[in-house]
């Protein structure tokens, strides 16, 4: 059944342009639908079931009251006022990815909220780890996954610790895999959940990894295997790009949910010895599977790409190209 989330405000080209964005974006598991009257939104709602009434703050309590909606959010612009003193409130004057982010989390704080996930098939998976140190696996992981969503929809996720994400993507941070976990545990995890604290990089959309090593640490390899397996079942996404550094305890899990493992690799004496042993650890353990899904990849030398816009170099670049080539293989 089709979701609605309709919008009001006194300013009728704000409803409007928050729905033209907003039904562009995929962490958005609603149909966003703008109002310039209240008479018009209540002879619609008597008609359609509202799952969220995203309301301007200035509309009294009586009024909003008269709109049935299962979850009631209220626009504010900087002042606490009317319906805003009872319903959750969010700051009309932000980006539109942070003020879906807010609306997607004051809805699932509400006891109405409605668990659901997104039917479709299941996303394939794609592992990006490597033994060895500074061989460009997250330039890699991004690369691949902003790829692969120019034609499908991504999910990246990174299992590495002190990631400089709020830098890299100029993004102020403030929900990342250390809370999806604890909703996880909580058993509170779910599509809408994930969608307020999914951020968003182009056309690809990521989970920040954690603030703190210590999340890592307390971290389980089951616990890691199953977070993928739930966002590859539940989310409605074609790929989900897992960058895999520490995760914490037991490694074989998590590669053992990836459909494939790019492996980053390189050619000196210490970088082989390395190599070697992983090799010879998954074939005393039979983990013949493991094997026969990775694909060990050389990496063109990246000396040249400037601190600056440095994810676009790459993407760009002679490192983007060779990630493209790889990608004409298949997966």
């Not at 704000?14 to 009257?37: G, H, I, L």
Request: proline share 4%; glycine share 6%.
């Amino acid at each position: 059944m089709e979701k609605i989330m309709a919008v009001y405000d006194v300013d009728p080209e704000y409803a409007k342009r928050f729905a033209d964005v907003a039904n562009q974006k995929e962490k958005v598991p609603f149909t966003v639908v703008p109002f310039s009257s209240l008479n018009t939104l209540k002879d619609y709602a008597e008609k359609h079931k509202l799952e969220i009434l995203l309301i301007n703050a200035a509309v009294s309590q009586k009024q909003v009251a008269e709109i049935p909606a299962a979850a009631v959010v209220s626009l504010s612009e900087g002042e606490m006022m009317l319906s805003a003193d009872v319903y959750p409130s969010v700051y009309k004057y932000q980006s539109a990815d942070s003020l879906i982010r807010e609306v997607m989390a004051r809805y699932c704080d509400q006891p109405a909220e409605e668990l659901f996930t997104v039917i479709g098939k299941r996303a394939k998976v794609l592992g990006v780890y490597s033994p060895l140190g500074s061989c460009m696996k997250t330039s890699l992981a991004l690369t691949l996954g902003q790829q692969l969503a120019r034609d499908d929809k991504v999910l990246y996720i990174g299992f590495e610790e002190f990631s400089g994400f709020s830098r890299l993507f100029h993004e102020e941070i403030t929900n990342d895999l250390s809370d999806v976990l604890y909703f996880l545990r909580q058993g509170g995890f779910n599509v809408v959940r994930l969608r307020s604290m999914v951020y968003t990089w182009r056309d690809m959309d990521y989970i920040a990894p954690v603030r703190y090593p210590e999340d890592l640490e307390q971290m389980s390899g089951t616990e890691a295997a199953d977070l993928l397996d739930r966002l590859a079942e539940e989310t409605g996404y074609g790929f989900i790009v897992a960058d895999i550094g520490r995760i914490g305890r037991n490694l074989l899990p998590v590669l053992e949910s990836c459909d494939a493992i790019y492996m980053p690799v390189k050619e000196d004496a210490i970088s082989a010895a390395r190599l070697s042993e992983f090799d010879e650890y998954l074939e005393a353990g039979a983990h013949q599977r493991i094997r026969e899904r990775i694909h060990r990849v050389k990496l063109p030398f990246h000396g040249t790409i400037r601190q600056e816009n440095y994810l676009e170099q790459l993407m760009w670049g002679e490192f983007g190209d060779s990630v493209r080539q790889l990608l004409k293989g298949g997966i």
